[in-house]
């Protein structure tokens, strides 16, 4: 039997808060960047004096950009709450009880470890943002668990991101150099666009999309880890299918210059829903969705259109008309 999701919020009540996103953080965000940009273009020749005038003040505006990265998710934690507690099943609703003081240290305590540790700390910044929003959800009285670990995902970054990219610039460096930087260093004299020069493009392309497939796995397969009321919610998922569908769908959008993303984002959504389960020691619950290629591009465009033509005004309005047409089509089969 199929027991479909249901989503209650409406743009009207999220609209307050979309407005606050616009007016604390788009706007002096978009601001700040155009002055980071205008600082940063030195001149030839410019004097010392006036480049470390310049570089003082592109540090001041970079405090300010972190400050309204702050603000950025004060912002989304409302959003996010409002989410949770818009998403019903069997004619019960979800409840979100954390409190924005209690997100707010946590968020900043862990902004500044990242910030410290050069960005290692990451991982286990993502990951103890997972478990305060898993953590404070609760269905029926009954609350979710995050199960995923930091010191996981840091070996996923390290390994399916960090050193895989380093390998590649590495080569293309090494190829680059030895193919036409050689000629600008001896003789100054502009190297050519070779075949190897179009080789190492081909390459560097190439292995950057293998390696963003592979990292896209393997996160989303450490994110859906959670636990609730003794199910234990995992990814039932092997590599070469699943990185298989993520390449052809990527490929797809590519090639339609995003035209098709909105199908390709809820074809992925379905592959990846239908290798989800729930188990615990006695029951096996399924997770899926019903796609309706032709109908689902539609309205999802429609939606996106009316957010282009108002300018993104009506936003709260597509989030919550889309987020309760998917929802309303996502199944638990028992």
């Not at 002055?35 to 030839?44: D, E, K, L, R």
């Not at 004096?49 to 950025?72: A, C, H, N, P, Y």
């Not at 592959?271 to 899926?288: D, I, M, Q």
Request: charged share 15%.
């Amino acid at each position: 039997m199929k027991n479909y999701f249901k989503f209650n919020l409406t743009g009207n009540k999220l609209l307050p808060v979309w407005l606050l996103f616009i007016v604390l953080y788009i706007i002096p965000y978009s601001i700040v960047q155009k002055q980071i940009q205008g600082v940063s273009n030195f001149q030839p020749g410019e004097p010392l004096t006036d480049i470390l005038q310049r570089l003082g003040t592109m540090f001041s505006w970079r405090i300010l950009s972190l400050l309204l990265f702050v603000v950025e998710y004060a912002i989304l934690f409302f959003m996010y709450k409002m989410t949770i507690e818009g998403v019903e099943f069997k004619e019960k609703v979800f409840r979100f009880g954390g409190k924005f003081g209690d997100f707010m240290l946590l968020f900043i305590g862990n902004l500044l470890l990242t910030i410290i540790t050069l960005g290692i700390y990451s991982p286990w910044f993502i990951s103890n943002m997972y478990k305060f929003f898993a953590g404070n959800a609760t269905y029926n009285e009954h609350p979710f668990e995050f199960k995923g670990k930091g010191s996981d995902l840091f070996v996923i970054f390290l390994v399916a991101l960090i050193i895989p990219m380093l390998f590649v610039w590495s080569i293309v460096m090494i190829g680059a150099f030895t193919g036409g930087f050689t000629k600008v260093l001896m003789h100054y004299e502009m190297p050519e666009f070779s075949g190897l020069v179009i080789g190492l493009i081909f390459f560097a392309v190439v292995s950057v999309i293998v390696i963003l497939i592979c990292f896209m796995y393997y996160y989303y397969k450490w994110l859906v880890n959670l636990s609730h009321k003794g199910y234990n919610i995992k990814w039932e998922t092997e590599f070469w299918p699943s990185a298989q569908q993520i390449f052809i769908q990527t490929l797809l959008s590519v090639i339609t210059l995003g035209i098709y993303s909105p199908v390709g984002s809820l074809r992925l959504y379905k592959y990846f829903l239908e290798k989800t389960v729930a188990r615990n020691e006695t029951s096996v619950k399924r997770f899926g969705y019903d796609l309706t290629a032709g109908d689902d591009f539609l309205f999802i465009w429609g939606q996106i259109l009316l957010c282009i033509i108002t300018l993104g005004i009506y936003f709260p309005w597509a989030y919550c008309k889309i987020s309760n047409y998917v929802f309303c089509k996502t199944y638990v089969e028992e």
